[in-house]
Every structure is written in C-alpha cells, then in structure tokens.
C-alpha cells in the first residue's frame, strides 16, 4: 500500500513541475546603466534595481528606444516599472529612422535620428508546460 501513494507522488511531481519550471529564463540582473547592446538575446527579462530614476543614464525614443539606452531608465519612461526596480522584458528589433523624445514618468527621453537597433518593451510571457 505505501508503494502505490509513493507512485501517486511522483505521477503528481511530474505533472506538475513542468508547469511550474515554464519554458522562460530567469531574469538577467543589470544596473541602472545596462543598455541592450550590453546583453545577447531577441527576447529576455532583465530584473532593475531601485533607484535608477535619479540616474542621469540617456534614453533615446519613446516606446521603442535606441539600443545604447539605459534599460532600467526607458522602463521607467515607458510606464512598466516605478523608481522601486522590477523585472521588464525586452524585445530587440531593428532600428527606426527616427526616434521621438518625451517626458513621462519623470523621466525626459531624447529625440535621435537613424539607430541601427532598438528594443521596446512586452508583457512577461506565461509559462508553457
């Protein structure tokens, strides 16, 4: 009889962690200077400190911001994270011919030309068994 709930345990055990483990990364921890040209991947989860809004780390874009931006700062401008810190996830994508500056959040993006490459920012991916 104990062997038929120690096989119930594990039938339930394997069920259940592949769920649990996801298909997604671990965030990557960065600092508030990190731009996207510092991290390899299309699609990745970073995890920001606190504090990066007094930082004076440039931002270039609204939205979609240029690969040389801080991405902890341009999650903050974007509306994804507050000054406490979090975990974002960020797509690269090719560059714009144009990227608009703003003010949000605190934080003043700047306007720039033509970039090669950019990213922007998506809701986090549910796990998949």
Do not use: K
């Not at 030309?113 to 809701?123: E, L």
């Amino acid at each position: 009889m104990e062997w038929q709930g120690l096989v119930s345990v594990l039938v339930m055990t394997s069920l259940i962690l592949p769920v649990c483990r996801g298909t997604i990364a671990p965030p990557q921890l960065v600092e508030c200077s990190t731009d996207a040209e510092n991290i390899n991947g299309d699609t990745y989860s970073v995890e920001c400190p606190a504090g990066c809004l007094g930082t004076l780390f440039s931002i270039y874009g609204t939205g979609t911001y240029t690969s040389d931006s801080s991405i902890c700062r341009a999650a903050i401008h974007d509306g994804r994270l507050t000054d406490a810190g979090g975990v974002v996830t960020v797509v690269e994508t090719s560059g714009l011919d144009s990227y608009q500056g703003s003010s949000q959040n605190e934080i003043n993006s700047n306007s720039w030309g033509s970039w090669g490459s950019a990213f922007y920012f998506v809701d986090s991916p549910t796990p998949t068994p």
